[in-house]
């Protein structure tokens, strides 16, 4: 299995910008979560999916971002307009039953 | 951060142990794990213990549990520089959902 797969691993975009984080979990998986990490705040939990379904997104900043999943195998992450204290790394993690596994992030940083 | 509280920084020499220590909040956590995470990469599990044990041994590594006081260990044998890392540790809440500490740096000298 080829892991969690995000992309793109590098973003830079200039403030007012859409920006479109895109994750492919493991295969099978039934859970995935989007976090966003920074220095200042650590591992925050943005939003979960469950079964392709929006369980918390309690976490989300803003109304300025948006999360989907609409199957199994694909879920993004969007923000527009960008703004950047949204800079940071974009972590995408997939579950069965216990455990997560992690794709290797997306680092955003807006301008 | 969500109430797992984590020591921010430790240096070891290498060949020397290493122990992280984490503080978690729920008494009903059933599972707790240690991510362990490198530069520019996304978190690696590794290794969880489950609620009913005290300690788990895996290789070079120890995880100590008290439930009493909510406090998780996680010891490194003969600490190796590919051990440079931080350290997460997480404990599982309703839903699947990790709670995750601010994260322990650990740097190894050679």
């Known amino acids: 299995d080829a892991g969690v797969i995000q992309s793109p691993r590098h973003e830079v975009t200039e403030m007012g910008q859409e920006v479109t984080l895109r994750c492919k979990p493991i295969?099978?998986?039934?859970?995935l979560f989007w976090y966003r990490q920074t220095m200042m705040r650590g591992l925050e939990l943005l939003i979960y999916f469950n079964n392709n379904v929006p369980i918390d997104d309690s976490g989300m900043p803003e109304d300025r971002f948006s999360a989907k999943m609409p199957n199994a195998s694909f879920s993004t992450l969007k923000i527009q307009p960008s703004e950047p204290r949204d800079s940071a790394v974009y972590f995408c993690?997939?579950?069965?039953?216990?455990?997560?596994?992690f794709g290797s992030g997306t680092r955003l940083t807006v301008v | 951060g969500e109430d797992v509280e984590q020591s921010l920084f430790l240096s070891v020499r290498e060949g020397d142990s290493s122990v992280i220590n984490c503080t978690y909040t729920?008494?009903?956590?059933?599972?707790l794990y240690w991510y362990k995470q490198e530069p520019g990469a996304g978190l690696q599990l590794l290794t969880y213990i489950f609620s009913n044990m005290d300690m788990k041994q895996d290789q070079r590594l120890t995880v100590l549990l008290n439930k009493k006081d909510k406090h998780l260990s996680l010891r490194i044998a003969d600490t190796q520089t590919g051990d440079s890392a931080i350290y997460f540790c997480?404990?599982?809440?309703?839903?699947?959902?990790?709670?995750f500490g601010k994260g322990n740096q650990v740097v190894v000298i050679p």
């Open positions: 729920d008494s009903s956590s059933t599972y």
């Open positions: 295969s099978g998986h039934d859970y």
């Open positions: 997480a404990e599982r809440r309703g839903n699947n959902r990790l709670a």
């Open positions: 993690a997939s579950s069965l039953s216990s455990g997560y596994t």
